[in-house]
């Protein structure tokens, strides 16, 4: 059974930083192979792709975290990342952990199969 753990959001101030984490276990294969991503649903909005990384470690952004915020991951420990910088409020959201195959990098929420419960950031102006 897969399992996606998100860790890391709060609540801080404009231009704070926060870095999530999203511990991945139960995967039929090396967690090495899957594509990871972050996405963010805040209230009365559709949920958009935040920062994608392939197994490789090639990564995409949402231009309107492009420079703020840096995708990565830790195979050995089975962890996604998301180190956000320059927080602002228009970043405030759920934020979710992600998991799949290529769809999930190139068709973005809809191609993931795997999600996680969401951590919550909050960003006070």
């Known amino acids: 059974q897969v399992q996606l753990v998100e860790l890391g959001g709060g609540s801080v101030q404009t231009g704070g930083s926060l870095t999530l984490s999203c511990r991945a276990s139960?995967?039929?294969?090396?967690?090495?192979?899957?594509?990871m991503g972050w996405f963010r649903q805040a209230p009365g909005k559709a949920r958009e792709g935040v920062a994608l990384?392939?197994?490789?470690?090639?990564?995409s952004y949402l231009g309107s975290v492009k420079g703020r915020f840096t995708i990565s991951r830790d195979n050995a420990k089975n962890t996604l990342y998301l180190q956000m910088h320059s927080l602002q409020p228009a970043d405030t959201a759920m934020y979710y952990c992600?998991?799949?195959?290529?769809?999930?990098?190139?068709?973005?929420?809809?191609?993931?199969?795997?999600w996680g419960q969401g951590t919550q950031v909050t960003v006070s102006s």
């Open positions: 992600a998991a799949g195959g290529s769809d999930c990098y190139t068709r973005g929420a809809s191609g993931c199969s795997d």
């Open positions: 990384i392939t197994p490789t470690s090639a990564t």
């Open positions: 139960g995967f039929a294969a090396p967690f090495s192979s899957y594509y």
